[in-house]
């Protein structure tokens, strides 16, 4: 008999509405699971019961180690975790970054609560486990199983808030996927790595301010390929000149991006004032790949791990 362990961590998933219609975690893995799957061992595993939004890095690292602990189990075939989809793709990407089993680690979740006359949660849930052990699961890592699709963790996000298959990748096409070794484990919990907003007209306060509050990293959410201005370019100069990396991406949903504007605030600006560029991640993955490497003391190179990590690499025919 197959065996999944399914750890749970809240969400839309596990939650019901009150009477004046608002959502909040309240239902448990053992009823999620239920008795559908009688032909798999099944597993559960409590971990906690919260909003996703309301994740924490330190909630993040504790989702890790629970998968982490599972996977000591020889028999065990898959893990599926339940999760809020808010912020998904930032937990499912930390486990990526740093799995090393060949047994597939799934995340799924849902768009509507369980007590929803047409809820999701049941269907993804199936899928979800279904995807775990699936022989052609085998080898790659993270997966994100939502609303009848299976996708690499590794730049993927969600991109409608209602839609029932609200997860895409960053790139339109199943040849691209992360070939990178796993990273060593270290917490990513005191690590501090901040996300600035770039718009028209945006100054430094949002980055002196982050510096002020002790920020070791910082994620551009950059315009269109990459770029800024050139206020912003000056103070990602300064923060590079105190030992405090900038990594580069975009509020742009799909695509890759390239330093190929200059002009005093582009994206070869920002390259040449220091920055690295996220190619392929979107700013909330960026963010968890720099607090990772960032949280490795024996790390060296970071830039060049950085953008190496934080690129997907065509590797099939």
């Not at 990594?247 to 890759?256: I, L, M, Y």
């Not at 607090?291 to 190179?301: C, F, I, K, T």
Request: glycine share 10%.
């Amino acid at each position: 008999m197959p065996k999944v362990a399914v750890v749970t961590t809240g969400g839309t998933i596990a939650s019901t509405r009150d009477a004046h219609g608002i959502s909040r975690p309240a239902i448990t893995g053992a009823d999620l699971v239920g008795n559908e799957q009688t032909d798999i061992d099944l597993r559960v595993v409590n971990v906690m019961s919260k909003d996703s939004s309301s994740m924490t890095f330190a909630d993040m690292d504790r989702v890790r180690d629970a998968v982490a602990d599972e996977l000591k189990d020889p028999g065990l075939d898959s893990v599926v975790v339940l999760h809020g989809t808010d912020t998904m793709e930032e937990t499912a990407f930390l486990l990526d970054l740093h799995h090393d089993d060949q047994r597939p680690v799934v995340f799924t979740g849902a768009q509507r609560t369980f007590d929803h006359p047409e809820s999701d949660a049941r269907s993804n849930l199936a899928a979800a486990i279904s995807a775990g052990l699936d022989i052609s699961s085998l080898g790659r890592g993270v997966l994100i199983a939502f609303g009848g699709s299976v996708h690499p963790a590794a730049g993927t996000r969600k991109s409608d808030t209602t839609a029932l298959d609200a997860f895409r990748p960053v790139h339109i096409d199943p040849l691209l996927l992360r070939t990178s070794e796993p990273l060593p484990w270290h917490p990513i919990s005191d690590t501090r790595v901040d996300i600035i907003a770039v718009y028209p007209g945006a100054d430094r306060v949002q980055i002196d301010a982050c510096v002020h509050a002790g920020a070791q990293g910082l994620v551009l959410d950059g315009l269109g390929s990459g770029n800024a201005n050139p206020t912003i370019v000056e103070a990602v100069r300064d923060c590079v000149g105190a030992h405090i990396p900038v990594a580069v991406t975009t509020r742009v949903s799909s695509g890759h991006i390239s330093p190929v504007y200059g002009g005093g605030g582009g994206g070869h600006d920002l390259i040449a004032a220091g920055a690295v560029f996220s190619t392929d991640l979107r700013a909330g993955q960026a963010r968890v790949l720099l607090a990772a490497l960032l949280s490795d003391p024996n790390l060296v190179g970071l830039e060049k791990e950085f953008e190496r990590r934080a690129s997907l690499s065509r590797v099939r025919a």
